[in-house]
């Protein structure tokens, strides 16, 4: 009992001490000698307790004096690190509070830059550990059972893909939003998939609020709305990635107009989101060596400053009328602008519909065929002519506005409304020359020719997927010379081209990445036009359909032929020998003269054709309504 008690004592007094722990082993066995020593010797108590406590004594005075000062210095460091911690933490605190402005903008780019590499990562890891390779329609091994699986999966990759893509572009909106919308018309080079997903971003644009606009018009202006406007419509008209549209009326002379005001937040993260966008295009190029879309970050870096720009949305739109001032028969309306600031339009009010509003045209008795033709007149102008053009004609920058045409100098019974005047491109006359070249040689099937200029448009020999692009047709039905054939030509479907060559996207994105930024902008026109024209004559029998298609390549033939006699009379006129005598004067204005009746002869076939076609259309659609009239 009384040896449970010493061992009570002992224990007590060595776990108090440094020494217990330090050295928890040493005191264990020294209890077990103690033990051992009681047993063999019968020691006495009072014996055993004075060696323990000497022992005791003199190891806890050995080894307290280092653990002291360890101690010590675990301590100090402890301290200092803390001090260090809570000097940084109130030098960032001072900061935040004198400069809240550069810190919010520093946390929030951050943070948006983090939501656009966290999407990026997932899609990139989803493709490369999911994403089944296709393989060759020639190889029998495979089952259409397991082909069928194969493109099933790579279709779910293609959705799990596309919507983490969306739901990113969405968080940050703004920049990010534009970029959506530009992969949505991309139907030539992405999936199906993409396109169908990030078609949803058109309308997903998320509206500033009253008073933030006011803030804007305070700043660019020095006035606020109720200062400047009798009327301000808080519901804005239309709402785009960077800007929204507002009706009011001037107090000032009571002029009712429209208030174009660009998002607040927009210009401020601009630079950092463009440059986001390329980093992460680096690096899917980097895991993925057959993606090449680093020139869309290029092209968005050079046409967005532009469109952050209101004073260039006044000075295209003030060209645009300059240049169709000389075409009267054109029923071209360019609003007239006000007052323009860096953020801030006003213009005026016109009143309309998109042009793809079928009710609308029906209700006002206005002819689809009329406005599709007068588009297709407008922007041929622009691209062959003028050299001055509108890169984004989607049906919300078309608007139509019914007219009386005995009150016009075109005749029309409407006018089209041309809007957002932010993002146009000067086309070379060499591009225009080269361009016009290639669609005569698309028109006539010229395979040598199509192969010449594709390669002096593109810089590549994949003439036929270029053809293919650039018309939307099949390349049987361009090498069968049917593109203005009575036949109809046959829609290209680049999902079943898709398909059936793996290494489609791999050459899609080889072409554009070698053409010029400008052509790039022509061919993305050319797709919104197209789709314009399907939208119009979406309730049409088929065989109005297929005529609407060829008189929009006869239309496109005239202006490159008058687009070639110009470029073919200017080398002419600059020819060295016009410094010579009579001789190589006349040889000079012969050849001028028998360009001129070259371009005679060929457009007015042309013209006859297209008569012929439009009688042909015209009796096409009365036995369709005959048709439905009767029940037939």
């Known amino acids: 009992m009384a040896l449970r008690l010493l061992q009570r004592q002992g224990k007590a007094a060595f776990t108090a001490s440094p020494f217990y722990l330090k050295s928890d082993r040493r005191f264990r066995a020294l209890g077990a000698g103690i033990k051992a020593a009681h047993r063999a010797d019968k020691l006495s108590i009072c014996k055993q307790i004075a060696d323990i406590s000497q022992y005791a004594r003199m190891y806890t005075t050995a080894s307290s004096e280092p653990l002291a000062k360890k101690c010590s210095t675990w301590g ?38 983090s939501v656009a590499a966290n999407a990026t990562f997932k899609v990139a890891w989803d493709y490369y550990c999911n994403f089944p390779d296709l393989p060759d329609e020639e190889d029998e091994s495979i089952s259409p059972e397991e082909r069928q699986r194969i493109l099933e999966a790579r279709s779910a990759v293609h959705l799990r893909a596309a919507e983490v893509v969306k739901q990113a572009l969405m968080k940050n909106g703004g920049v990010y939003i534009k970029l959506g919308q530009h992969i949505s018309a991309m139907q030539y080079v992405l999936p199906a998939e993409w396109c169908a997903v990030m078609q949803a971003l ?4 998320t509206a500033s609020s009253v008073e933030e606009l006011d803030m804007v018009i305070q700043t660019d202006l020095g006035k606020s709305i109720s200062e400047l406007f009798s009327e301000f419509d808080p519901e804005p008209i239309g709402v785009a990635s960077l800007a929204q549209v507002h009706r009011a009326v001037l107090r000032s002379n009571g002029q009712e107009v429209a208030v174009k005001v660009q998002h607040p937040m927009v210009r401020t993260y601009s630079d950092i989101d463009i440059a986001t966008m390329s980093v ?12 090449q879309f680093m020139w869309l970050g290029s ?21 645009v009328e300059w240049d169709f001032s000389t075409h009267p028969d054109i029923p071209l309306t360019v609003p ?19 042009c793809d509003d079928l009710s609308y045209l029906r209700n006002h008795g206005i002819s689809p065929a009329a406005v599709s033709r007068e588009i297709g ?9 003028h050299g001055f053009l509108h890169c984004d004609p989607h049906p919300g920058n078309l608007f139509v506005r019914p007219r009386d045409p005995a009150k016009t100098s075109h005749g029309y019974n409407f006018d089209l409304v041309l809007l957002d005047h932010g993002l146009y491109r000067r086309l070379p006359a060499r591009l225009r020359h080269e361009y016009a070249e290639m669609w005569r040689a698309l028109m006539r099937g010229d395979k040598e020719q199509i192969a010449y200029w594709s390669r002096k448009l593109s810089g590549t020999d994949l003439y036929h997927l270029f053809s293919t692009i650039l018309t939307g047709q099949t390349w049987e039905t361009i090498e069968s010379k049917s ?72 239309r496109m033939s005239h202006y490159c032929l008058m687009a070639i006699r110009d470029a073919r009379a200017l080398d002419i006129s600059h020819d060295q020998s016009r410094r010579a005598g009579v001789l190589q004067t006349t040889s000079r204005v012969t050849r001028l003269l028998a360009n ?34 009767f029940g037939l």
């Not at 398909?499 to 554009?512: F, G, H, N, S, Y």
């Open 483 to 554: 593109l203005t054939a009575t036949s109809g030509p046959a829609q290209l479907d680049f999902s079943s081209m898709r398909a059936k060559e793996p290494d489609l996207m791999r050459q899609i994105t080889d072409v554009l990445a070698s053409v010029s930024s400008e052509l790039r902008l022509v061919l993305k026109t050319n797709d919104l036009l197209r789709m314009i024209d399907q939208k119009l004559f979406v309730d049409q029998p088929p065989r109005v359909q297929q005529h609407a298609q060829m008189l929009s390549w006869l």
């Open 596 to 629: 001129w009746l070259s371009f005679w002869f060929h457009d007015s076939a042309l013209s006859i054709y297209s008569a012929m076609l439009r009688l042909s259309m015209a009796s096409t659609r009365l036995s369709f309504l005959w048709a439905r009239l």
């Open 377 to 385: 007149r407008v922007f041929a102008e622009m691209i062959f002519v």
């Open 202 to 205: 058109q309308d997903k644009n």
């Open 76 to 113: 100090y460091r402890r301290w200092r690190y803390i001090a260090a911690v809570a000097a940084v933490s109130l030098g960032l605190g001072a900061y935040t509070i004198c400069h809240y402005d550069t810190a919010y903008l520093v946390a929030t780019s951050m943070y948006r830059s």
């Open 280 to 291: 992460m295009f680096e690096f899917v190029h980097s895991v993925f060596p057959e993606f």
């Open 299 to 319: 092209e968005m870096r050079e046409s967005l400053p532009r469109e952050l720009d209101f004073n260039t949305d006044k000075k295209n739109a003030e060209q």
């Open 336 to 354: 007239r602008m006000l007052q323009a600031t860096d953020r801030v339009l006003i213009m005026e009010f016109v009143h309309g519909q998109r």
